[in-house]
Structures are given as C-alpha cells and as structure tokens.
C-alpha cells in the first residue's frame, strides 16, 4: 500500500503560482511513477502530468505544457508540481497518483491521494 497526501491548493489570482505538494507512505516511493490528475466540477478527471521513478523523465498535458512543472525528491517521498502563470480554467481538484506503468489514463495507477482544492480567480 502507498498512502499519499496533497497539499498546498488554496485560492490564486489568474497569472498567479502555486506549488501542490504530494506526500507519501507506505511502499517504496521511489519504486513508483507519479502522476497529477484534475477534475473541475462537472468534468471528468484529466491527466495533468507524469514523473518517472527516477525524476528523469516526464510528461505533460499540452494545457499545461510550458506552465507547470513536476519533479520529485525520492530522499523526502515528496512529488511536487509548480504551477505558473495559473488560468480560470485550471481550477479543479488536484489529485496525485502513484503508478508502475507510464501512462496518462487513470485506470494505469494503482493508488490515489484525496485531492486538494485549487481555485483561480479573475
């Protein structure tokens, strides 16, 4: 089992920053690829971003792409992603998961935090 915990949402003018936290516990953090995924009210979840296990590869949604940043720090079981340049429409919740294979689609993660709120404001 990996538990993992978001943190760091919260309300942010649009053009603005935030930086969501993910930790985790359990199995070997590190054994795993993480991914961010959102969900604004109404829709579906969407895939955000993807890290590998060694943080030396990733990936991301072409709506986010040169805006957001994910990374990891293996030694602190802590991914993060960096959010820039924040628009209304990335106001969602912001969910975390962890995953052996390398993949956009929900369905490729095996574990998943409760989500943390994100709200952009004009």
């Known amino acids: 089992q990996v538990q993992l915990v978001e943190s760091g949402g919260g309300l942010v003018p649009a053009g603005g920053s935030l930086r969501l936290s993910c930790a985790a516990s359990g199995r070997t953090f590190s054994g795993y690829n993480m991914g961010w995924f959102r969900q604004a009210p109404g829709k579906e979840r969407e895939f955000v971003a993807i890290i590998n296990w060694s943080g030396g590869n990733t990936h991301y949604a072409d709506s986010v792409k040169g805006r957001f940043t994910i990374s990891r720090d293996n030694a602190k079981n802590t991914v993060y992603l960096q959010m820039n340049s924040l628009k209304l429409e990335d106001t969602a919740d912001y969910y975390c998961?962890?995953?052996?294979?390398?993949?956009?689609?929900?369905?490729?993660?095996?574990?998943w935090g409760q989500g943390t709120q994100v709200t952009v404001s004009s």
């Open positions: 998961a962890a995953g052996r294979g390398w993949t956009s689609l929900n369905v490729g993660y095996d574990y």
